[in-house]
């Protein structure tokens, strides 16, 4: 029984840290241009390398902070 309660407790826990990296890769929602650095809002489901900056043309990045 000892076993069994330390392996669901592991499990409860390497759940909880994957929440919580996919959280923080959320947190800003923003895509950002590399080379004139104008920043636009982050659509769902595109990818920022997809999308064009508005400005010069160029892929954007996803922007962590």
């Known amino acids: 029984m000892g076993f069994e309660l330390k392996k669901n407790i592991n499990k409860l826990l ?3 840290g994957r929440r919580k990296r ?3 890769m959320n947190q ?6 590399p ?3 104008q920043t636009i ?3 769902a489901s ?5 999308m064009k900056c ?3 043309g160029t892929p954007m990045a996803r922007r962590f902070s």
């Open 46 to 50: 595109v990818p920022c390398f997809q």
């Open 54 to 56: 508005p400005k010069c």
């Open 35 to 37: 080379e004139c650095h």
């Open 14 to 16: 390497n759940t909880k």
């Open 22 to 24: 996919h959280r923080q």
């Open 41 to 43: 809002m982050h659509q």
């Open 28 to 33: 800003c929602p923003e895509c950002i241009c």
